[in-house]
């Protein structure tokens, strides 16, 4: 559904000269503005709707109607849209959110959302999703006919966010990114701040596992990803970067020796890094500045102990899951 507020308005920009020649609205720049949009899924119970998206506004410019009306494509030279609060349920059923399948050829030359503030909530259990003051520019976004909606379709963009928050469906942990910026000019990533937060301190964190397990708390500061295909690692869940500098690192581990240890056959470190489904190509990882603090309660201890290492440097070089390395 789809509503729209009182102020809401569509209008035709006026005439444009052009070397004395008057061109007509509807082939030049025709302008559609809407206020006060509601957009809401499709849900048996009114007031429990899976999707809720409340928009200041919506700006339609540089409409090329006679291509619409005579070709029945749709041409659009840019939207925008304002300060947007988006709600989403999970899970939802398939009815409710159903695949949208383009009627026409649509062209975008760009595409802003401006402002947007996202929340995504699932009912039964505590994952959760947030996205505070996020900023999207989609550029030449085209969708042919019969074609379904996809993010996919997304090739070229510009994003930024003064806050994310991610909550697993465990609840253990809360991952918290601070200023994020991508730009596919810049071709980087880059990240004022990544949190790993315990909700959990260190013993009520321990003991919520059979077995022992390791607590870790974290914070990686002014973070860059070089050469960073935003789009292209997103389809592929793969990593691919020239160089990723870290320029601080505060790192804190706590594991209880008096719990439980479950005895397994683990993989090595490149076992892992080869069994990862997506591709890794990373050709060194610097880290500027850490500290690592590491803590343990032995089994016949009556206090933890820990160990520090202060003002790390590092440089890790090469780090990859290309199967040609696995015989050297």
Excluded: W
């Amino acid at each position: 559904g789809i509503e729209l507020g009182r102020s809401s308005s569509a209008h035709l920009v006026e005439p444009h000269q052009i070397k004395g020649a008057v061109l007509h609205p509807l082939i030049v720049n025709a302008g559609i503005h809407l206020e006060g949009v509601k957009i809401y899924s499709k849900q048996r119970q009114e007031d429990n709707h899976a999707l809720e998206a409340d928009i200041e506004s919506v700006k339609f410019k540089g409409i090329n109607l006679a291509r619409a009306i005579i070709r029945h494509d749709i041409h659009i030279g840019t939207v925008t849209i304002s300060n947007s609060i988006i709600k989403v349920r999970i899970p939802f059923s398939e009815d409710a959110l159903p695949p949208v399948v383009s009627p026409l050829n649509i062209g975008i030359g760009r595409i802003l959302f401006d402002k947007v503030n996202l929340e995504m909530k699932n009912d039964s259990t505590s994952q959760y999703l947030s996205v505070k003051d996020g900023v999207l520019k989609v550029y030449d976004f085209s969708l042919g006919r019969k074609d379904t909606l996809f993010p996919e379709k997304i090739e070229l963009f510009d994003l930024e966010a003064r806050e994310l928050i991610s909550v697993p469906e465990d609840n253990m942990y809360t991952y918290i990114v601070k200023e994020m910026n991508y730009s596919p000019s810049s071709n980087a990533l880059v990240i004022d701040s990544l949190r790993i937060q315990p909700n959990y301190t260190d013993y009520d964190f321990t003991s919520r596992y059979n077995y022992q397990m390791t607590r870790i708390e974290a914070i990686f500061s002014h973070v860059r990803i070089n050469d960073f295909n935003c789009n292209g690692n997103l389809k592929s869940l793969g990593l691919m970067s020239s160089y990723i500098e870290i320029g601080g690192m505060d790192l804190k581990l706590f594991r209880d020796k008096r719990i439980d240890f479950r005895h397994l056959d683990k993989p090595s470190l490149l076992d892992m890094l080869y069994g990862y489904p997506g591709k890794i190509r990373i050709d060194s990882i610097g880290l500027l500045n850490g500290d690592l603090t590491f803590t343990l309660h032995a089994e016949e201890a009556n206090e933890a102990g820990s160990i520090s290492v202060n003002k790390i440097n590092a440089k890790i070089l090469n780090v990859t899951n290309d199967t040609i390395y696995k015989t050297e």
